[in-house]
């Protein structure tokens, strides 16, 4: 656990990991350079429970503090956490019993609820290795936060966390770890992710933006060698829908996934099924998007071969259907 004035926070954070049902732990927590009162919550805790191990560190940034953290872990499984986070009381252990049953499993995450200034959303990422292998496409598959690496996995990694990536130091690691085993998540939220305007992934979005689109451009070039630049720019637009919601974007988007589909056939990254799913899902990100198109947004995702009414589960149709029409309603109101 890396804490930068976290004193807010930490407490909670802190007692959800020292009071969970897999007893057999260490919590390690690196104090980066903290101007509030972070360094006395850590020494009470550590005076108060001796799992509870704190070092030291001159404002290394995130992945600088995680190298820290990791280096100290005496661990076989290494489990993330962040300040101002709280995990579930079974989270350990279920995931550590995951890992008791797949030998091939070098990292997996859990889903995670977010609460605070955003509202409350849960994140369900694909759970197989090959849903996670398609989605690593595009983004993250796995809540940072969440995550439980097995200590064997990383060791030939060199610098585990590469600051270079800013904060997408994980989504850089998760590439690089799935050509080492398996990735998965369990289909259970195991975190209640807090969400505010002080959280390093609000005050870094750039950084976080210009290190995905490095990891993009790798994953892609990889899998696909024939891209042009113009292809590897508009991915990364696209996966980090950093493109306008236009009409124009749709049929961009929807020529794109098609491509990328049919290049799949050839060269397969995941079973048929999970790659399928996951395309599905992101042209549903995409009209989604674009929902201040109104209604003309739902229809392209039903209509599209990409989509249609089983595409994605229910409560994802139902929630674009609702929230394209809203442009509808509110011109009807004026």
Request: contains cysteine; charged residues 25%.
């Amino acid at each position: 656990m890396p804490a930068r004035n976290a004193g807010r926070f930490l407490d909670e954070a802190i007692e959800s990991i020292l009071t969970q049902t897999e007893r057999d732990l260490e919590l390690v927590v690196v104090n980066d350079g903290s101007t509030d009162d972070t360094g006395e919550r850590l020494q009470g805790w550590a005076g108060r429970d001796r799992r509870c191990r704190v070092f030291q560190a001159a404002g290394l940034g995130p992945a600088g503090a995680l190298n820290v953290a990791l280096a100290q872990a005496r661990g076989a499984l290494l489990a993330r956490m962040d300040a101002d986070d709280i995990s579930l009381p079974r989270r350990l252990e279920r995931q550590r019993a995951l890992f008791e049953r797949q030998d091939r499993l070098v990292v997996a995450g859990t889903w995670a609820r977010t609460f605070g200034d955003a509202g409350a959303h849960t994140w369900r990422h694909p759970t197989e290795d090959g849903g996670l292998r398609a989605r690593l496409v595009f983004d993250s598959p796995l809540v940072h936060p969440t995550v439980m690496m097995r200590r064997s996995a990383i060791n030939g990694l060199g610098t585990v966390y590469r600051p270079e990536f800013g904060r997408a130091e994980d989504y850089d690691l998760w590439e690089r770890l799935q050509h080492v085993g398996a990735m998965a998540n369990l289909p259970e939220v195991h975190l209640r992710y807090r969400t505010h305007a002080a959280q390093v992934t609000v005050t870094s979005r750039s950084d976080s933006v210009a290190g995905a689109a490095q990891v993009r451009k790798r994953l892609l070039a990889t899998w696909w060698p024939e891209c042009t630049e113009a292809d590897h720019r508009w991915h990364h637009a696209f996966s980090a829908e950093l493109v306008p919601p236009t009409a124009a974007t749709l049929d961009q988007a929807e020529a794109w996934l098609g491509r990328l589909d049919a290049h799949h056939r050839h060269r397969p990254l995941a079973p048929a099924g999970a790659w399928r799913q996951v395309v599905a899902s992101k042209w549903w990100e995409i009209c989604r998007h674009c929902r201040g198109l109104g209604p003309p947004a739902f229809w392209r995702f039903l209509r599209s071969p990409l989509g249609g009414w089983t595409a994605v589960p229910p409560r994802r149709v139902l929630r674009l259907a609702v929230e394209s029409l809203r442009p509808g309603r509110e011109e009807a109101r004026r």
